[in-house]
């Protein structure tokens, strides 16, 4: 058995920001080929979480490892060579630039062309970037977007840019996927779709998801484990069911007293938190 | 409204001029009535804006890529260095349209596709123009005499054909500069850059001013001369004498030759240097480059080693200023650090924005237009209106004297001044240059016409693509 049975692993990562502790002791670990979900407050910490799994920023205390291999302090480009990708919440593609082009970005880790090879223009590199761009198509097919291959990804509506991104995110090729609220701001039908297209990629591509998310009904419908953060801190784990009964996330969402609610609000309550 | 027009007569033109044969003739017949009249009136400006509009027309028309490139070849090999050896100084003007072009070229890598700001680009180029100027003089000989003396019997350090080799050891020179001037990148970025690549520039004159002493470096604010040229072979002399002597009319002389060579030189280095700056933009690094431009954090958390890829675009565009300072230097067998201020790198970051920051083509519009407006156009003003005053000529009606006409009016005074008003009208109505980057559009595999009815988008690409390469539909 060559691979861990944890895919990804943190121990007591700590974050601060000046007197601030965004993430703090945040122990998580995830299994390979699962779906999880990181959910909390706003503030809570979890983008912040995010961007110390993926190298932006660097963990004052604490380790995290990705595929039993020691990853803190590794620049995010480090990072995604070894196969782990994200997206980002305020979507973050390269406007200016045509969506096919966005995504054989996404693949510059795989692409094995030299400067040489780019300036002499070698049959190796052309065949390279022909089967670069074939592969990008694909993606954009996998994802669902259809003839907008040169388009400017800026100019495409919202809807299509998450999905642009998530392209892009996958022609690196990651076995561990973090996705940044991948529906806000989009419609029940198109919440459908994306969760299916999560759904999708790790059923078909095997492609480990966790995901951080508002939208009470993608969490419960897709996760197969939710953790729960407030003020840095994880103050739950557990299967969809239990966080859902669990008295100390009702009350990080719905203000103290909340605690005799039940699932049905706290679903409804994330819902609208979601839409506002 | 008006602007609407404007654009729409302007886009039927275009089209009418892309129909059929019609760009094949246009091209030929203004080509012809360019040279012919450049041939006739080597001294007049009109025939040689005529013409230098004529061959920027064959570039843009919907030809085939092979007649384009053949009449490319046919006037930089054959019309250029005749009507050049006419009027010497057009060549002169193309020579340094050539080379502004590729330094326009490499700093468009670096403020252009990577979106890092330099004022300091001149530096590369004074590397370079030093880096011959040095080794192609006397000056290791002087190390120890006083700036500005010359023992007599001091023989030059290196032959002269050496030339050809220093072209590449700039390239090198200049890229390891590029790297160490690009440091800074890795901690600073925009405005910070700016200020921090003005200092570096600003350095590297002040050391040519200043390694006068202890060691006898740069011979300090008087410059370096004479730098050798490469040696003339006397057989292409005659040759070229033999050839077109009556075409030109009388026997190009050695020095004029000089012109022409270095001339051909100059546009043999931008010509590779086109080359690899279309096939970098196009590759990974070149998307690389853009996606730090766009996004720095998100071209990183795409797997983009940012810091590497911008140190590596510093080096790029440093070495295309590296060869082609070499190859000033040993065209003006002179080399001093008025030549690399502050103003020249601003003049061709202007040429850059001017010509479409970001498009290559458009770089080398801009560092066209800036040229001619710059040796041409405002000094051959002057020159109409000195000899206006001169004359005894008088507007009528108001009576005014031409001889009246203050010296303070002269043109080429205020080429500062115009470059101004264009350059702000130029951001006020077309921010984005003469000559827009624009991404390249692939052909991609259209999609199923069942899944998306109504779609154009795939008709449009393809008809672009047709225009694209010239493909002749009729």
């Known amino acids: 058995m060559s ?59 604490g380790s995290i490892s990705f595929e039993g291999r020691r990853i803190d302090g590794f620049a995010p480009e480090r990072i995604t060579t070894l196969h782990m990708a994200r997206t980002f919440q305020n979507i973050r593609l390269f406007g200016g630039m045509t969506v096919v082009e966005n995504i054989m970005v996404g693949a510059y880790t795989r692409l094995k062309q030299g400067a040489v090879q780019t300036v002499l223009r070698t049959k190796a590199f052309k065949a390279e970037e022909a089967r670069a761009e074939a592969k990008a198509e694909e993606l954009m097919r996998y994802v669902g977007l259809k003839g907008v291959g040169n388009e400017l990804a800026g100019s495409l509506p919202y809807g299509a840019q998450r999905r642009v991104e998530i392209a892009r995110a996958l022609a690196s090729e990651p076995r561990l996927l973090l996705l940044d609220e991948p529906t ?62 669990n008295p100390k996330v009702i009350e990080a969402y719905l203000g103290r007293g909340a605690a005799g609610g039940n699932a049905a609000e706290l679903a409804a309550g994330g819902a609208e938190e979601a839409k506002a | 409204m008006k602007a609407n027009i404007v654009r729409d007569s302007l886009r039927s033109f275009g089209a009418f001029l892309n129909r059929g044969r019609t760009p094949y003739i246009v091209s030929a017949v203004l080509l012809v009535l360019g040279t012919v009249l450049v041939y006739v009136s080597p001294r007049s400006i009109p025939a040689f804006l005529l013409f230098a509009i004529a061959a920027g027309l064959s570039y843009f028309l919907n030809m085939r890529k092979s007649v384009k490139l053949a009449l490319a070849v046919l006037i930089a090999v054959v019309i250029v260095p005749i009507l050049g050896a006419r009027n010497i100084f057009y060549l002169e003007v193309i020579f340094q349209i050539a080379v502004f072009s590729a330094l326009a070229l490499g700093l468009n890598i670096v403020v252009g596709f990577s979106g890092l700001l330099n004022f300091g680009y001149m530096a590369f180029y004074a590397v370079g123009a030093y880096l011959w100027g040095f080794f192609g003089s006397q000056q290791p000989f002087l190390l120890h005499a006083i700036p500005g003396t ?81 040696s003339l072979p006397k057989e292409l002399l005659a040759f070229f004498n033999r050839l077109f002597e009556p075409l030109v009319g009388h026997d190009v002389t050695a020095n004029q030759f000089y012109n022409i060579m270095f001339y051909l030189i100059a546009v043999l280095v931008v010509v590779v240097v086109i080359v690899v700056t279309y096939r970098l933009e196009d590759s990974k690094i070149g998307r690389a480059w853009a996606a730090i431009r766009e996004d720095e954090l998100a071209a990183q958390a795409m797997g983009i080693p940012a810091n590497k890829l911008k140190l590596g675009a510093f080096a790029v565009g440093a070495s295309f ?29 202007t040429m850059v924005i001017l010509g479409g920051i970001g498009s290559i083509p458009g770089v080398i519009i801009g560092a066209a237009v800036v040229t001619i407006l710059n040796v041409q156009v405002l000094q051959s003003f002057s020159l109409f209106l000195a000899q206006l005053r001169q004359s005894d000529a008088v507007i009528p009606i108001i009576n005014f004297h031409w001889k009246d006409l203050s010296n303070q009016l002269d043109p080429s005074k205020y080429q500062r001044l115009v470059f101004g008003i264009i350059l702000i009208l130029m951001m006020i109505y077309r921010p984005t240059g003469i000559l827009p980057a624009a991404r390249r559009k692939r052909e991609l595999s259209a999609p199923d016409s069942l899944d998306v009815p109504g779609d154009t988008g795939a008709e449009d690409t393809g008809a672009e693509h047709a225009a694209k390469k010239g493909v002749d539909h009729e």
Not at chain 1, 54 to 60: A, D, N, W
Not at chain 1, 205 to 234: A, P
Not at chain 2, 203 to 218: C, G, S, V
Not at chain 2, 321 to 341: I, Q, Y
């Open chain 2, 321 to 349: 200023a590296g060869a082609m300072g070499v190859l000033f230097a040993a065209s003006r067998t002179f080399v001093s650090p008025e030549s690399f201020t502050f103003l020249q790198s601003v003049g061709v970051l």
């Open chain 2, 150 to 230: 010359v023992p007599p019997g001091t023989k030059f350090f290196l032959a002269p054909d050496w030339f050809y080799i220093f072209i590449f050891l700039g390239v090198i020179v200049a890229a390891i500069i590029g790297l160490v001037m690009g440091l800074p990148v890795l901690r600073v970025r925009g405005d910070y850059l700016a200020v921090i690549t003005l200092g570096c520039g600003e350095i590297i004159r002040q050391l040519a001013n200043n390694l006068d002493k202890p060691l006898n470096f740069t011979n300090g604010p008087q410059g370096i001369t004479p730098i050798q040229r490469p």
């Open chain 1, 3 to 61: 691979r861990p049975a944890w895919i990804l692993e943190t121990t007591d990562v700590v974050k601060r920001f000046g007197g601030l502790t965004a993430v703090n002791k945040m122990s998580f670990s995830m299994e390979a080929g699962r779906i999880y979900s990181i959910i909390g407050p706003n503030g809570a910490g979890k983008t912040t979480f995010f961007n110390t799994l993926s190298g932006l920023y660097k963990t004052e205390e």
């Open chain 1, 184 to 245: 806000a701001g989009m419609n029940p039908a198109e919440t459908e779709d994306a969760t299916s297209l999560f759904r999708r990629l790790r059923d078909e591509l095997g492609i480990t998801i966790l995901l951080i998310e508002h939208d009470m009904r993608v969490v419960m419908n897709i996760s197969e484990r939710i953790s729960v953060m407030d003020y840095g801190e994880k103050i739950a784990e557990g299967e969809p069911r239990e966080i859902a009964a």
